[in-house]
């Protein structure tokens, strides 16, 4: 039997985004007088966890300071929720449940002043500022409806001959099962008194109405429908496929994007682009798009289309407007096909001058002074893949090329084309191989060699033999930081006498995500995300940060671009002391600290984060903590202004 819905106890969402919003409306005390009610928690905790609330020093809600306070748990509120229907406009639940940051509830709701009639969370949605699960399930147990998740089901093909998938689509809904004598049916909008309706019309009986994502809902009809007319025309025209690969490299390109991820699951083919580090969703096609597409990539790739279990790796070069456009294909076998990952190595317009990559004053006053200047020896740039090692490779190279200066590349690819420079590419199918080339390197008389990456012993080894004979090295390195970059060399048997005498530099680094200048708002750090950083509340307790709140111009990510974190370890005479020493990283990083104003991975973002370029959220998302930071003030001192 449908459950029953009293109006005058549950908000409608068309309603409640109309409604009220703050969090005064009083929904964390009403969600409290239910846990009291249902004997989770005394009305002694609840008069203290109010005390404590009104003494904070930042604004927090109800329910946060009762979960703090260890007297009750997110999900004993959320189980009380569903127990209890609960009529409080959708906005302030959200926010007291910790779903929604006021400011942007403010946002959301300026936003919805301007387009009148839109639902307060479709707005959220759309606007990047929650996500459709969470709404889904915070309007499941505000309204009673359970929350249904229509993938994991497999509806009787009987429910579909009374009427076509599309009817279904046009409603937004699905039915899923029988229970008893009644169907479960999912709604986008349960409240849509019209659209319930008409589906208990269609089938004649009685329906138990549900709640789920509109995306879900629309996954499982596409389903449906492709099992029922067995192909699709994009599958049956070789063209459009052929167009379609060539359009989907063309809009990752435009975007500027790094990566492109073609994904099989259970019930879709799923597509999404690396921009800025994250990955985003741009579009769901049918399963059935699966053998063509991956096919056709696999051909431009020149790898074997008829091999599907096997990993490969190919290469494309793609003609992209007038210019060839350099992509790594790499494909790999899962349960559900091939997953196919295209990596876009050249897309890029310009060289970086090696003043503007992001370093503070002073580190790039000691990288160019004491390691690009250096008459011989070797720089490594060191970090994790997707960091931006190449861009600070490349740029330290065009600041050396000079007429007089001769400098040559062994790269796997050639990402940046330099005029002045010999560069090489690697090919092992024409056995041009990165050992061949770098024996070569050294006969062609070089003042500078740059070495794209030390894979292994050998190449390691003859960065150092060339520094020792009078060049300079430029080479990337993947470890976590600069002490990990010398560690490793020593893993990689090189005796410590000899790093010591041929490093004179390694440059740590990460990309974190720009906020957003036009929407970025002040965030004072809670004492937990304080600790997180590595302070004590009290050490730290007026640090400021930045947090973007979205905007038209960065569509409502609250982030525009990116930037660079870096850390620079020059060698001097007690740092290569340490090193023959062998002493530990935790030694080597306090004597470099000490004696060589080494600026950590975890400061210098600090640094940037309280300057109000990037956010507490991307440090803790991409920096190492490995040590404990300095004070802000002190951190001023070392690194200047930006």
């Not at 407007?321 to 190595?345: F, Q």
């Not at 010999?422 to 041009?432: A, E, G, L, W």
Request: glycine content about 6%; proline content about 4%; hydrophobic content about 40%.
């Amino acid at each position: 039997m449908e459950h029953s819905l009293d109006q005058d106890q549950k908000a409608t969402p068309a309603a409640v985004a109309q409604s009220g919003n703050g969090t005064e409306s009083g929904a964390g005390q009403r969600i409290a007088d239910l846990l009291v009610k249902a004997g989770h928690i005394t009305a002694e905790q609840l008069q203290y966890a109010t005390r404590v609330q009104s003494k904070l020093p930042t604004a927090r809600t109800l329910i946060s300071v009762l979960q703090e306070l260890h007297f009750v748990t997110a999900e004993l509120v959320r189980d009380t929720l569903r127990a209890n229907a609960l009529s409080v406009p959708l906005g302030a639940l959200l926010v007291e449940l910790g779903y929604l940051h006021e400011s942007d509830l403010k946002t959301a709701l300026a936003l919805q002043a301007e387009k009148p009639g839109r639902k307060l969370g479709q707005i959220l949605i759309e606007a990047h500022l929650l996500k459709e699960d969470d709404l889904v399930d915070v309007l499941s147990f505000q309204l009673g409806f359970e929350h249904l998740s229509p993938p994991a089901f497999r509806p009787d093909p009987e429910f579909f001959r009374l009427a076509p998938v599309i009817w279904f689509r046009k409603r937004e809904c699905i039915p899923l099962e029988r229970r008893d004598s009644a169907i479960l049916v999912a709604f986008a909008d349960p409240m849509d008194r019209r659209q319930v309706d008409s589906v208990r019309k269609l089938f004649g009986t009685d329906i138990i109405v549900g709640i789920a994502r509109s995306e879900e809902i629309h996954q499982t009809l596409n389903r449906i429908e492709d099992a029922r007319t067995r192909h699709t025309s994009l599958q049956a025209n070789e063209s459009l496929i052929v167009q379609f690969v060539n359009d989907l490299i063309t809009d990752a390109a435009d975007a500027d994007v790094s990566d492109i991820h073609i994904e099989p699951a259970k019930d879709h083919l799923g597509i999404r682009f690396r921009k800025d580090g994250v990955l985003l969703k741009h579009k769901e096609l049918a399963l059935d798009m699966v053998p063509p597409l991956t096919s056709r990539i696999k051909i431009m790739a020149s790898v074997d289309i008829a091999e599907k279990r096997r990993h490969q790796d190919g290469r494309i070069l793609f003609e992209y407007r007038g210019n060839p456009l350099d992509i790594r294909v790499s494909s790999y076998g899962t349960i559900y096909g091939e997953a196919i990952v295209m990596r876009l190595l050249n897309n890029r317009n310009q060289l970086f001058d090696i003043r503007d990559i992001g370093m503070a004053p002073r580190i790039s006053d000691r990288y160019v002074e004491d390691a690009l200047d250096s008459p011989s020896g070797v720089v490594i740039i060191t970090g994790p893949t997707g960091s931006g090692k190449t861009t600070t490779l490349y740029a330290s190279v065009q600041y050396l090329n000079k007429p007089e200066t001769s400098i040559i590349t062994a790269e796997d690819p050639v990402e940046y084309v330099i005029d002045g420079i010999s560069q090489c590419s690697i090919n092992p199918k024409i056995n041009v191989t990165f050992e061949d080339t770098l024996k070569h390197m050294v006969r062609q008389d070089p003042d500078v060699m740059v070495i794209g990456e030390i894979r292994d012993q050998f190449s390691a080894e003859t960065a150092i033999q060339a520094a020792l004979t009078g060049h300079k090295v430029l080479t990337t390195f993947h470890t976590e930081d600069s002490i990990g970059g010398l560690l490793r060399l020593l893993n990689m048997n090189i005796e410590a006498f000899l790093i010591s005498s041929t490093v004179i530099s390694v440059l740590a680094q990460r990309l974190v995500r720009r906020l957003c200048q036009h929407c970025a708002e002040d965030q004072h750090l809670t004492p937990q995300q304080i600790r997180r950083l590595g302070y004590e509340p009290r050490e730290a307790h007026d640090l400021i940060f930045k947090i973007g709140r979205g905007c038209s111009r960065c569509r409502y990510r609250g982030y525009s671009g990116r930037i660079a974190i870096f850390e620079l370890l020059v060698l001097n005479e007690v740092v290569k002391d340490a090193i023959i020493a062998r002493k530990t990283s935790y030694e080597i990083r306090r004597i470099s600290t000490e004696s060589t104003g080494l600026v950590t991975l975890l400061e210098d973002a600090i640094y940037k984060g309280a300057e109000g370029l990037t956010s507490f959220d991307e440090i803790i998302r991409q920096i190492p903590r490995l040590a404990k930071p300095r004070p802000i003030g002190e951190l001023r001192q070392h690194l200047g202004g930006i």
